[in-house]
T-cell receptor
Framework: EPEVTQTPSHQVTQMGQEVILRCVPI?????FYWYRQILGQKVEFLVS????????KSEIFDDQFSVERPDGSNFTLKIRSTKLEDSAMYFC??????????FGPGTRLTVT | KNQVEQSPQSLIILEGKNCTLQ??????????LRWYKQDTGRGPVSLTI?????NTKSNGRYTATLDADTKQSSLHITASQLSDSASYIC????????????FGTGTRLQVFP
């Protein structure tokens, strides 16, 4: 059964460094999403992406964040200058018609 | 403010027993309500999706109900199994922006033998 994959599973970085989180959505899906979950808290929407552009973003998704679909298969989330409070689990999701969203296993980002 | 509240926060039951989890939401205008199962350290997995016109939906041993008038939903798990141990999250989407899902804090269910 097709699934969303994410790499790496765990990323440790120093404050101020740039990180890129990678996702491979399900192949025929057209809608892509990033969410984050700070330890012990609820999942929060970051951004949705369709037709090679951002369709919606939350207040969390500030200028430090960007998303890209560089090659038609990968979907990336870049954090330009990480802060301690960026430490969280980041989930990628994809959808074929914008309804059912399929989540990846997540990348745990630890900023030290 | 658009919010999704769940209760109880955590629940312990014995294998084979039934349980019911509750969700109240203030999201408006409402499009659909979903229940997800999230194993520790994993991504959420969809169990059910209901629009405002549906008041019950089943997926195996999971049955979700929805009362759009009172803005309440429940997830009933029948004949629980050890593998049901997980967090169960109620998620609501807005009718004008179905992209942006609003998550509840979840109910942490533990099933013991």
């Amino acid at each position: 059964e097709p699934e969303v994959t994410q790499t790496p599973s765990h990323q440790v970085t120093q404050m101020g460094q740039e990180v890129i989180l990678r996702c491979v959505p399900i192949s025929n899906h057209l809608y892509f999403y990033w969410y984050r979950q700070i330890l012990g808290q609820k999942v929060e929407f970051l951004v949705s992406f369709y037709n090679n552009e951002i369709s919606e973003k939350s207040e969390i998704f500030d200028d430090q964040f960007s998303v890209e679909r560089p090659d038609g298969s990968n979907f990336t989330l870049k954090i330009r200058s990480t802060k301690l409070e960026d430490s969280a689990m980041y989930f990628c999701a994809s959808s074929d018609q914008g309804e059912e969203q399929y989540f990846g296993p997540g990348t745990r980002l630890t900023v030290t | 403010k658009n919010q999704v509240e769940q209760s109880p926060q955590s629940l312990i039951i014995l294998e084979g027993k039934n349980c019911t989890l509750q969700c109240n939401y203030t999201v408006s205008p409402f499009s659909n309500l979903r229940w997800y199962k999230q194993d520790t350290g994993r991504g959420p997995v969809s169990l059910t999706i209901m629009t405002f016109s549906e008041n019950t939906k089943s997926n195996g041993r999971y049955t979700a109900t929805l009362d759009a008038d009172t803005k309440q939903s429940s997830l009933h798990i029948t004949a629980s199994q050890l593998s049901d141990s997980a967090s169960y999250i109620c998620v609501v989407s807005l009718s004008y922006n179905t992209d942006k899902l609003i998550f509840g804090t979840g109910t942490r269910l533990q099933v013991f033998p």
